[in-house]
């Protein structure tokens, strides 16, 4: 029995880059050789610094992005979804399945559509309800799951905050009822009385509605309290990826420990010094020989640079790491 | 320890001080409140941190510090910004505000990229200010520059010179922008979320680099955030601001460890942190308000847990010490002494 939602294999995204019209056609690597299982009902959390290839990668499993290699399968109850060759039919199907949360609450809303006809659209283009009591019925109840009462529903969304406006997007993903959720940055643009709010709510419906989520955040903090597993990403791999209190209380990726390190922390008398990475990370156009990140680790050795380090698990546990020198370090 | 550091403090003249400042803005729907009464002072190589959310109304104080607000901007009368022994907010010719703007305070922003211009390279921008500011010659103003942008870690400083920002990645045009802002030596910075577009481990990098370079220079920073975590490691005072109101200030230390405005505890208790997991995230209650609808009596009142009708909606709470350097703007806080 597979309790996994959504299994990613070796899948690799690859985008065609053109500096001019003539010069030679380059390809930029965005995500490469991912391995990925999402259980069923679990809250993934995907961290990397801006250009790690994680937004890619949730949009590769939305099937908004093509794969340029391997496989991401959705297991529904019926049947799998193959999304790297899904017909168009299947793929309408999935579109009822899986949804996107975007980061912008602001430039996600259209600001000429009622709260309602917001609600409304997907419940009509995806033919999902037949007749207009039935699509309102379907409004009404989303929209007290996310906390917007009958009065909300007639105003246009300017007249919304920030983190109002941010729970009507979770219930536009949310009305064709999905089963799996892609929350990309979605509480990046809230201030931090409202963020809570809608964490607490994204994690409310998990449990109402049977929800899994992946939920891409550069924010570590964020994550570590709202996510049951985190993978970390760099430029286009993961290089670590385990339960999160293992993650945060044991990293061992060179990567990882230099990011939680550089997590200002709250505490004025704790000045933890920030594990230094040298430069920026490469151009994902060319990027670095053997392991990625060997150009800004202070282990490297010879080696890092030909062999390129697989995900292992370690002694056999949940937590996976991919470096070479894990068991010196 | 902490007396004595406020001892030695108190000899030292202001490098600022804001007294009774109201800014206000005309928009379509009618007049905004955007800066309420607001007072603060700042000495030579204190950092002092602004943590609020957005429409608190800390970005239009430290724009107010150099007349940068929009043309519908109002100035109360009996506001005073005083540098130097003279009122910033009565200059009006370019040739006094010149004296401010790059020259006695200079200012970082958010987004590096809307700073610099597109099509002028770097070097010439930087160049640029120095001689508007300086009585130097080209030759020196690029011998400055490029020293400047050394400092900060950029390395081929001299290649970067002559390159254009878009050219230069996102923490490398922040270092651009914070050598720009300090090459022509200001007595205060202000720094309006310099951080927050970047990467984590490349804000680690540029909280150093003010940090040291603040040390280094004695300057004042003024140092704009919604990051309470970032006030925590680089400021010595912090000011909590809501609705354009200061609602509690103090040392950084004694804020974070002992918040006494429900505000700033509600603050505390919504934020993240790593180290300590099991603590179930609070948000504060509500949202805020617009400000066109600003609450009567204490502005926090519609998502306060101390609520008590018939005072916190009608009584306004001045900001008080509730015990030394520790000021709170509560009606329902007594003072500690």
Redesign the interface.
């Known amino acids: 029995m597979n309790n996994n939602l959504i299994s990613v294999k070796d899948v690799s995204v690859e985008f065609d880059y053109q500096e001019n019209f003539f010069s030679k056609k380059q390809k930029i690597q965005a995500v490469k050789n991912v391995n990925l299982n999402i259980k069923k009902g679990s809250f993934m959390g995907l961290v990397g610094?801006?250009g790690s290839g994680k937004t890619t990668l949730g949009r590769a499993i939305l099937a908004a992005n093509h794969i340029s290699s391997g496989q991401v399968i959705f297991h529904d109850e019926q049947n799998d979804y193959d999304l790297a060759n899904i017909s168009k039919k299947d793929l309408k199907d999935y579109r009822k399945k899986a949804q996107l949360i975007f980061q912008d609450p602001y430039a996600a809303l259209s600001p000429r559509m009622t709260v309602r006809d917001i609600l409304a659209e997907p419940l009509e283009v995806m033919k999902i309800t037949k007749t207009r009591e039935e699509t309102d019925e379907r409004v009404r109840v989303i929209a007290s799951k996310c906390r917007l009462n009958l009065e909300h529903l007639r105003r246009y969304p300017h007249a919304f905050?920030?983190?109002?406006r941010q729970r009507i997007s979770i219930a536009r993903a949310l009305v064709s009822n999905p089963q799996f959720i892609v929350a990309d940055e979605s509480v990046a643009a809230l201030?931090?009385?409202?963020?809570?709010?809608i964490?607490?709510l994204l994690k409310a419906l998990q449990k109402d509605l049977n929800l899994t989520y992946l939920f891409i955040s550069?924010?570590?903090?964020?994550v570590?309290?709202t996510c049951d597993e985190v993978a970390v990403m760099y430029l286009g791999r993961i290089v670590e990826h385990a339960p999160?209190?293992e993650l945060?209380s044991n990293p061992k990726h060179p990567y990882t420990k230099?990011?939680?390190?550089?997590?200002?922390?709250?505490?004025?008398?704790k000045?933890n010094k920030?594990i230094?990475?040298k430069g920026?990370?490469p151009s994902s156009m060319n990027p670095p020989s053997g392991c990625v990140f060997h150009t800004r680790c202070q282990y490297v050795n010879e080696n890092c640079k030909k062999t390129v380090p697989q995900l292992e698990k370690l002694n056999g546990s949940d937590h996976q790491v991919s470096c070479l020198r894990i068991n010196e370090i | 320890m902490r007396l004595i550091l406020i001892e030695t403090n108190s000899y030292m003249t202001n490098l600022l001080e804001i007294k009774n400042l109201n800014v206000e803005f005309d928009t379509d729907e009618g007049r905004i409140l955007a800066v309420n009464n607001l007072s603060l002072s700042l000495k030579e190589g204190e950092v002092l941190g602004i943590v609020g959310e957005s429409g608190s109304g800390k970005s239009v104080t430290a724009k107010s510090i150099m007349q940068l607000n929009p043309g519908n901007t109002h100035y109360k009368d009996g506001g005073e910004i005083i540098i130097d022994d003279e009122n910033a907010l009565k200059f009006n010719s370019t040739k006094d505000l010149k004296k401010i703007r790059g020259g006695k305070v200079s200012m970082i922003f958010q987004e590096p990229m809307a700073s610099f211009a597109p099509a002028i390279k770097i070097g010439h921008q930087m160049v640029e200010q120095l001689l508007l500011h300086k009585s130097i010659d080209k030759k020196e103003a690029k011998n400055i520059s490029i020293d400047m942008l050394n400092r900060v870690g950029i390395a081929d400083a001299d290649k970067r010179f002559n390159q254009y920002a878009f050219e230069l990645s996102g923490g490398m045009r922040q270092r651009a922008m914070i050598a720009m802002a300090l090459s022509t030596m200001p007595k205060l910075l202000l720094a309006d979320e310099p951080t927050t577009a970047l990467d984590v481990t490349i804000q680690a990098q540029v909280l150093d680099l003010i940090k040291s370079i603040v040390k280094e220079y004695k300057m004042g920073v003024i140092f704009i955030t919604h990051d309470l975590g970032v006030i925590a490691q680089t400021a010595d005072y912090v000011a909590v601001m809501y609705l354009g109101c200061i609602v509690e200030s103090g040392p950084v230390r004694e804020i974070i460890k002992n918040p006494k405005h429900p505000y700033t505890i509600g603050l505390l208790e919504a934020l993240p942190d790593v180290n300590n997991l099991d603590v179930p995230l609070k948000p504060v209650p509500g949202n805020i308000p617009s400000p066109l609808e600003r609450p009567s009596g204490c502005v926090f009142h519609t998502r306060c847990n101390l609520y008590e009708e018939g005072k916190c909606n009608i009584e306004f709470p001045e900001l008080k010490n509730y015990s030394v350097n520790h000021q709170v703007a509560c009606l329902k806080v007594n003072n500690n002494e």
Request: charge should be negative; proline fraction near 5%.
């Open positions: 610094e801006s905050s920030g983190g109002q201030d931090v009385s409202i963020q809570a709010d964490l607490n550069h924010d570590l903090s964020v570590a309290h999160t209190r945060f230099a990011l939680l390190s550089s997590i200002p922390s709250i505490d004025p008398d000045q920030a230094e990475l920026e990370i």
